[in-house]
């Protein structure tokens, strides 16, 4: 592996931007400028897509097409570089003056389009985010132990959702790397990483967790995809699932841990209050955004404060201004709330179902055997009968006493007036912890909220990087008011002859801007999907 850091340094400092191809092994083969245009998204707790268009002439389409190297007599060694060679797409704007951790996008490239033979001929390359890698990563429900021998039905967690979230991508990445080592009541702590041997991991969780209390949620996981599992519970959380790349150069992340020596993907949760960095411009006047949950309403609560909640631990927050935005890109989305009472149930609780089950089985149990001693001839017979009708009659009990759970928002209630929809229902088990989690699910489907998307301006105080990043939390004046909200999505970009990065920007949650109708179809969808996978959610 090698330490081209010193490159990279160079370009950034001196005001470009590193954009490079790099091998499966994660080694630079090719330089990436020289393009028509490109943009690189970020979205947090999904997979982004980066697209850049190329002349057919440019040096990158022989390495991602190498044809031109085709041996007829081994053929299918060209199609194996074609087709299954991975290859990166590494760019980079500069690094943070403290802590000299890069701003970094990195995508896996997944199609290339040749439009060779065109008027307008050129090369397209489409990459995915590191998000896809973390979809990848499957959730045990035993990880300790091989797949033949998995002793669990489910590997059930409780506790804080950010050190919940980060246990299961550890355990399972672990099983993937090193099996057995890490260990110790403390998963987190140094003494319990002793051996640990960073070389082996190409995929390691940070273990250093960020110091705030957040909410508590119970998950359950029986062999379901890392990312689709957990982000319904990562959004209403407020949490970050962040996949960075540490390279040859770069800052150890966790020294007191283990020290990193090959390129390594770093996974971490982190709050959505954390921020990149802190712009100390007069315009930050917003303080820390402070997330609660009133448990009297049932429902989180988002205000503002006081207190820092920023990576620097000052409260500066980036504020965009309107003069900091292109008027014809900028539009503000109001969604109004339509959900205020929400039922859960329709289904025994597990400990009820399994009680009637043993209970029918032990009463048919006891019949077979009196009857055995009666007839003994027949006797194995009969108690075998009696075994599977216990069983049948045990299956056909379960679920027959519903039971139901429900939540209501009442500060919605009054707000939406004597017309207020009635209720919206869900199937789950009732009287039970997921019941009432499943509830709190449905009813942030329901919460309503704002949105704002816009293209940075090129004389704005603020850089991607440098001042915000995807995820991080900011605020917007709109109509002489200031909303305080989160990126949910940024785009970086260039055209062929411009001087600096354009950003747009989608501020607040994006579901938003969807039509509404195409909005409640997907709420339903998600309500169902999460039902279906019996998953528990933030409390």
């Given at each position: 592996?090698s330490?081209?850091s ?7 400092a001196?005001?470009g931007v ?12 090719d330089?990436?400028h020289?393009?028509?245009?490109w ?6 707790n999904?997979?982004?897509t ?11 389409v022989d390495t ?9 007599s081994?053929?299918?060694d ?9 290859q990166w797409?590494l ?12 701003h970094?996008?990195?995508y896996?490239v997944m ?8 008027k307008?001929?050129r ?7 590191l998000h896809?890698y973390?979809a990848h990563i499957t959730?045990q ?5 091989p797949?033949i021998a ?8 409780a ?6 979230i980060k246990e ?7 099983r993937e790397f090193?099996p ?6 403390d998963l987190?702590?140094?003494e ?7 070389d082996q ?8 967790n960020a110091?705030v209390?957040?909410?508590m ?8 995809s890392g990312l ?17 790349v540490w390279?040859?150069?770069d ?11 090959k390129?390594?993907?770093v996974?971490?949760?982190v709050?959505?209050?954390?921020d990149?960095?802190?712009?100390g411009?007069a315009?930050?006047l917003l ?7 009133d ?6 609560r ?6 820092p909640?920023?990576?620097?631990g000052v409260?500066?927050?980036v504020?965009?201004q309107?003069?900091?935005m292109?008027a ?7 969604a109004?709330s ?13 400990a009820?179902?399994?009680m009637?089950?043993l209970?029918?089985k ?8 009196a ?7 027949f ?14 009659v045990?299956?056909?009990?379960k679920d ?15 707000w939406?007036?004597?017309f ?8 789950g088990d009732g009287?039970t912890i997921?019941?009432?989690q ?6 942030a489907q329901g919460?309503g909220?704002?949105s704002?998307g816009?293209?940075v ?8 990087g440098?001042?915000?990043?995807s995820?991080d ?5 709109h109509?002489?008011?200031i909303?305080?909200t ?13 001087k ?7 501020l607040?949650?994006?579901?938003v801007r969807e ?7 997907r709420s ?7 039902v ?6 933030i409390?």
């Amino acid at each position: 592996m090698s330490d081209w850091s010193a490159e990279r340094l160079a370009t950034t400092a001196a005001g470009g931007v590193v954009m490079k191809l790099l091998d499966r092994h994660i080694e630079p083969v090719d330089d990436l400028h020289g393009f028509f245009e490109w943009e690189g998204p970020e979205v947090p707790n999904e997979e982004a897509t980066f697209v850049g268009s190329y002349p057919v002439n440019h040096p990158v389409v022989d390495t991602l097409i190498p044809l031109g190297s085709l041996d007829p007599s081994k053929p299918e060694d060209t199609w194996t570089e074609l087709i299954h060679a991975a290859q990166w797409v590494l760019i980079e704007t500069g690094q943070d003056p403290v802590t000299g951790k890069p701003h970094r996008l990195f995508y896996r490239v997944m199609r290339i389009t040749d439009g060779h033979g065109s008027k307008r001929a050129r090369v397209k390359i489409e990459a995915v985010s590191l998000h896809r890698y973390a979809a990848h990563i499957t959730f045990q429900a035993s990880p300790g132990f091989p797949i033949i021998a998995q002793p669990k039905y489910r590997d059930i967690r409780a506790g804080q959702s950010l050190k919940v979230i980060k246990e299961y991508f550890l355990v399972n990445t672990m099983r993937e790397f090193q099996p057995g080592a890490i260990d110790g009541w403390d998963l987190w702590a140094p003494e319990s990483w002793e051996n640990v041997v960073a070389d082996q991991w190409a995929c390691i969780v940070n273990p250093i967790n960020a110091p705030v209390t957040t909410a508590m949620t119970i998950l359950d996981m029986r062999f379901d995809s890392g990312l689709a599992a957990v982000k319904e519970t990562l959004d209403a959380a407020g949490l970050l699932l962040t996949l960075d790349v540490w390279l040859e150069g770069d800052p150890q992340p966790f020294p007191d841990h283990t020290i990193l020596t090959k390129p390594t993907i770093v996974l971490d949760i982190v709050p959505r209050q954390w921020d990149t960095s802190t712009t100390g411009h007069a315009g930050d006047l917003l303080k820390g955004l402070i997330r609660t949950f009133d448990t009297e309403a049932n429902a989180p609560r988002i205000g503002l404060a006081d207190t820092p909640s920023t990576a620097a631990g000052v409260p500066a927050w980036v504020l965009w201004q309107p003069e900091h935005m292109e008027a014809v890109t900028s539009e503000l989305t109001i969604a109004k709330s339509d959900v205020w009472h929400v039922t859960v149930g329709g289904r025994s609780p597990e400990a009820i179902n399994n009680m009637l089950g043993l209970g029918a089985k032990a009463i048919f149990g006891g019949l077979g055997a009196a009857l055995a001693m009666a007839i003994p001839v027949f006797g194995p017979v009969i108690v075998a009968a009696a075994d599977f009708l216990g069983d049948v009659v045990g299956e056909g009990l379960k679920d027959k006493l519903f039971a139901w759970s429900e939540a209501a928002d009442l500060k919605r209630k009054e707000w939406h007036g004597r017309f207020a929809n009635r209720d919206s229902v869900g199937a789950g088990d009732g009287w039970t912890i997921e019941a009432y989690q499943q509830a709190y699910q449905m009813l942030a489907q329901g919460a309503g909220g704002i949105s704002i998307g816009f293209t940075v301006d090129g004389g704005a105080p603020f850089r991607w990087g440098e001042d915000y990043r995807s995820g991080d939390q900011m605020g917007v004046v709109h109509r002489g008011i200031i909303f305080a909200t989160y990126a949910s999505k940024t785009v970086i970009s260039q055209k062929k002859g411009d001087k600096r990065l354009r950003s747009a920007i989608e501020l607040g949650d994006p579901r938003v801007r969807e039509n509404p109708t195409a909005l409640f179809a997907r709420s339903i969808k998600t309500i169902q999907n999460s039902v279906d996978r019996v998953k528990t959610f933030i409390m």
